[in-house]
């Protein structure tokens, strides 16, 4: 007998608890170091929040513009043409979002038909494919190639087929600190050309690269900006991932599709942030030196681990950074970050969940946007494991 008063079925149905809710419950149960979820343990700049009780206390609390605070977008083109020098027009190719996320979920609901196939690479963020499902589509996982996360393009190109509506591609790539490189794009240009395929590009971190390496935007590929959507994170460039507030630019002709979702999604995003975002963001030095700020903390926490039995797989993007434990245990990679949480106190992310598969290479990643003290504290746990 059915226990509730109403039967249902989920459109989710093989969809649970995100492994990022369940690492940090865990962590905070066991008085746990948290290096699972990325979020950054320290503040915004005091300027930032000054602006945000400025704009609150100037009367900026009703409703903003559906697309967005209209000086925001119009500094948002100015910043895209500065890095990626490429034009846009602020008033119909740039939309305020409530976080990536929310960007991510109305792309694919904008343009993914029922039995649309969608090309994912895998290891993938969490959020892709369950919005691709909800959208009646079918994702495609092609798998990045271990250990260095590089894509077989040659192998994207026999998977495509009448029924590819989009490919989601992620640089800087969350969960591996992958980059791709300019013949990556290339390639991407190559094989959708005189295609109907639309190319959703997950670039929120974008100011986080290292080791003076080029953030290849779709935005510097004129053939791949005019099919392209990209979403982008103030959260991840300002330390204010509570905030949920990011942008998504299109060309006018894929932007109206999306509005048409937007609106009745959230219709508009918080008005005094984005008066806040607007006025900070004038300052262009602070997301400049975002590289230098994370590549600083990276290799701080890399060296404290030269000791370690972890293998460090380099980053060159985002602030997460991989570490095989093949010469510690054999366990699967779920059941080793569980131990460790447990009987180490420091929590991390199994590898195998971003994956359809399950492929497990016995590898755990590690957010190091954290303070110094958290940062040796950590490794010093992992040296002695």
Request: charged share 25%; glycine share 4%.
């Amino acid at each position: 007998m059915n226990q509730y008063p109403v039967h249902l079925k989920s459109k989710l149905p093989l969809v649970g608890t995100t492994i990022f809710t369940i690492m940090s419950a865990l962590a905070n149960e066991h008085k746990a170091i948290n290096l699972s979820q990325g979020f950054p343990d320290f503040s915004c700049k005091d300027k930032l929040q000054d602006l945000v009780f400025k704009h609150i206390k100037a009367g900026h609390n009703q409703y903003a513009p559906m697309a967005g605070l209209p000086l925001l977008r119009e500094l948002l083109a100015k910043k895209i043409e500065s890095c990626y020098n490429h034009l846009l027009n602020p008033e119909t190719e740039i939309t305020i979002t409530a976080g990536g996320t929310q960007g991510i979920y109305t792309a694919i609901s904008a343009f993914v038909h029922k039995d649309d196939e969608v090309i994912v690479f895998e290891p993938a963020y969490d959020c892709y494919v369950p919005a691709i499902l909800m959208a009646g589509g079918s994702p495609i996982s092609v798998p990045l190639q271990f250990p260095n996360y590089s894509i077989d393009w040659n192998y994207v190109k026999k998977l495509i087929t009448a029924k590819t509506k989009m490919i989601v591609i992620n640089t800087p790539h969350n969960p591996s600190g992958k980059v791709l490189k300019k013949e990556d794009l290339i390639a991407l240009e190559k094989i959708t050309e005189n295609t109907d395929i639309l190319i959703l590009s997950d670039e929120v971190y974008e100011h986080i690269v290292f080791d003076e390496v080029i953030h290849e935007s779709v935005w510097r590929y004129e053939k791949l900006a005019k099919r392209s959507i990209a979403v982008y994170s103030f959260g991840k460039t300002y330390h204010v991932t509570g905030w949920k507030m990011g942008y998504c630019i299109a060309p006018e002709y894929l932007m109206k599709e999306f509005r048409k979702v937007h609106q009745f999604l959230v219709f508009s995003v918080n008005t005094p942030f984005q008066y806040a975002i607007a006025e900070y963001l004038q300052e262009s030095e602070d997301y400049l030196e975002l590289n230098k700020f994370y590549q600083e903390k990276r290799d701080f926490f890399t060296s404290a681990l030269k000791e370690s039995r972890f293998e460090v797989l380099p980053a060159k993007g985002t602030y997460f950074q991989l570490l095989s434990y093949k010469k510690i245990s054999k366990e699967l990679d779920t059941e080793f970050a569980i131990r460790l949480t447990k009987e180490h106190k420091i929590a991390s992310v199994p590898l195998s969940v971003f994956y359809k598969s399950k492929e497990d290479n016995q590898v755990l990643r590690f957010c190091f946007a954290k303070g110094e003290d958290t940062l040796k504290k950590a490794a010093e746990i992992l040296s002695k494991i």
